[in-house]
Nanobody, 123 residues
């Protein structure tokens, strides 16, 4: 299983950015794709996750109403649309897959991880 995150960059506060996570090597069965982030000197935290069917979505309280997760099954890609970005959203963002399909934002539940993509929110 391979995951490739992309779309990070520098954005001003209040701006928007869309991250993409391309998944290959495993696309059958029920599973969860999650987005996580890690700011310098801090632990990795869950941001959002979505089921393989796209029918279930979950968000951390810190991003509810600002971030939207979605997926394009035909392209095996999961997106994280981030709006109203704040400086505290600055972090390396990672995507990961949970092969058990359990809806959780706990990092330990995820089996495979992609490399991160850096999001910097600054004026």
């Amino acid at each position: 299983v391979q995951l490739q995150a992309s779309g990070g960059g520098l954005v001003q506060p209040g701006g928007s950015l869309r991250l993409s996570c391309s998944v290959s090597g495993f696309t059958s069965g029920y599973y969860m794709i999650g987005w996580f982030r890690q700011a310098p000197g801090e632990a990795r935290e869950g941001v959002s996750c979505i089921s393989s069917s796209g029918g279930s979505e979950y968000y951390a309280d810190s991003v509810k109403g600002r971030f939207t997760i979605s997926r394009d099954n035909a392209k095996n890609t999961v997106f994280l649309q981030m709006s109203s970005l704040k400086p505290e959203d600055t972090a390396v963002y990672y995507c990961a897959i949970d092969l058990t399909g359990i809806a959780t934002l706990q990092t330990g539940a995820y089996d495979y991880w992609g490399q991160g993509t850096l999001v910097t929110v600054s004026s």
